[in-house]
């Protein structure tokens, strides 16, 4: 491998409390730490006006392949994820078949290496087939290198099999990641329910459906001294709940969505299916909720929830359009808009939220900058302005209500294990 000196860049790492203008030396794959504007080099990276972070992290991503090439495939994925600055993820194990055996998870593996993007790390099923009745082989799926365990859209709702999972994942040091929903109080829902349900005429879900699963994994965590993991957290009451229960030493974590800082239920009045989402865009009083929990460390991680479909699967009518959103190639612009321009958070703490927060909770040991670590290095062009065209998209599917939208922010040079995987397009 090629040496490459990364120059004049505004070099912000949060694992070490770094924020300057310098330069950064890279060999072998390696960071060897911060140097002189001299040092020699094979190849040079002008990284005048450019943030130099650690690679982005995202925690659930869902690639699709097996079963569901037409939404995306683990090549697209990642290219995806490589175009928003993502370095690492967590492969979702909503395929067909699910990831619930060994040879499942060395099969994402093995696709993430042919495809030679981004780094993949797979998240095992907790139940088979996702069916919430009997818990996967999880030593196996150990043995086939899962961090995590997860049913993905599908929240956990039997207690006592959450209650073993967490027993057992423990074991091996593995969190459960579990989408916080009571399935009887979203069934049929369409959004948040409240103001903008009622007037639109759309049945709601409301936000107890959360905060009343947010509890019970508490509970359970508490119980078990397990390691969970709350996806896509959305209310405010969620906030208030995992706040009091890591002041209590509970072992629990939570990311949100950008989607679910930048937008809310009012955008439905559209009818528009590209804002069809789970869990739904919620009121204002819930976004500025996730911000402060944002803030004072409540929530640890920023996580794109990637969900891919094809056209077809979102041009239907609302009632039968399928939820969710593409979020790998809009994370870094959405964020700036949600969260940096209104200065809720700096870019070191926007930064901490995709790099050393999400690397904790899978227990990688990546999103850091520190001399000895991989190269996994983005770049990000924080001033530049453009139009997302769904032509520039390297995601196989394009639903996603930012489409035709101005943005601002994007990774312009991506590093894995010292070599450049990615360059914008100028």
């Known amino acids: 491998m090629k040496s490459i000196l990364i120059k004049n860049g505004r070099i912000i790492d949060p694992s070490q409390d770094l ?28 990284a005048t006006g450019l943030i130099v972070s650690p690679g982005f992290i995202d925690l659930h991503v869902s690639l699709c392949e097996p079963g569901f090439e037409e939404d995306e495939t683990i090549e697209s994925g990642t290219a995806a994820a490589l175009a928003g600055g993502i370095t690492s993820l967590g492969c979702l194990p909503n395929t067909s078949p699910v990831v619930d055996d060994r040879s499942s998870a060395e099969f994402i593996l093995l696709q993430a290496e042919r495809a030679a993007n981004c780094n993949v790390f797979p998240l095992g099923a907790v139940t088979k087939n996702h069916e919430g009745k009997e818990l996967a ?6 043995a086939g290198k899962a961090v995590g365990f997860t049913d993905a859209d599908q929240p956990i709702e039997n207690a006592e099999i959450m209650r073993c999972a967490l027993e057992y ?44 699963m947010v509890n019970r994994d508490i509970a359970l965590a508490e119980l ?35 989607h679910h800082l930048a937008l809310s239920d009012q955008m439905l009045d559209t009818y528009d299916p590209h804002y069809k989402v789970l869990p739904p865009l919620r009121s204002q009083e819930h976004i500025d909720a996730l911000i402060e929990g944002l803030k004072d460390g409540t929530i640890d991680a920023i996580c794109s929830d990637h969900t891919p479909h094809a056209t077809e699967k979102k041009t239907d009518e609302i009632l039968g ?48 900058l520190a001399e000895g670590a991989d190269a996994d290095i983005t770049l990000i062009n924080p001033d530049i302005t453009y139009k997302l065209e ?22 312009e040079i991506v590093l894995v294990s010292g070599q450049v995987r990615y360059r914008a397009e100028t």
Not at 137 to 142: K, N
Not at 176 to 189: A, M, S, Y
């Open 19 to 46: 924020d300057l203008q310098g330069n950064l030396l890279v060999e072998d794959g390696i960071i060897k730490g911060l140097c002189k504007e001299t040092t020699a080099a094979e190849e040079v990276i002008d």
């Open 137 to 142: 082989e999880i030593g196996q799926l150990v």
């Open 321 to 368: 359009a399928a939820f969710g959103i593409i979020g790998l190639e809009t994370l870094i612009p959405v964020c700036f808009q949600s969260l940096i321009r209104p200065e809720h958070l700096s870019w070191s703490e926007f930064i901490s939220k995709m790099t050393i927060g999400p690397a904790k909770i899978l227990g990688l040991n990546k999103g850091t």
């Open 224 to 258: 078990t001294q397990g390691r969970i993991h709350l996806m896509c957290i959305s209310t405010k009451n969620s906030v208030s709940q995992i706040r009091q229960a890591k002041q209590a030493g509970i072992h629990v974590t939570a990311d949100v969505t950008p």
């Open 390 to 411: 769904p032509a520039n998209l390297k995601s196989s599917s394009h639903n996603s209500p930012f489409l035709g939208k101005e943005l601002q922010g994007r990774a």
């Open 169 to 212: 994942t423990r074991m091996f040091h593995r969190p459960i990641l579990n989408r916080p929903q009571v399935p009887e109080l979203t069934e049929k829902g369409q959004m948040h329910e409240g103001y903008y349900s009622t007037v639109l005429g759309l049945k709601g879900i409301p936000a107890a459906a959360e905060s009343i």
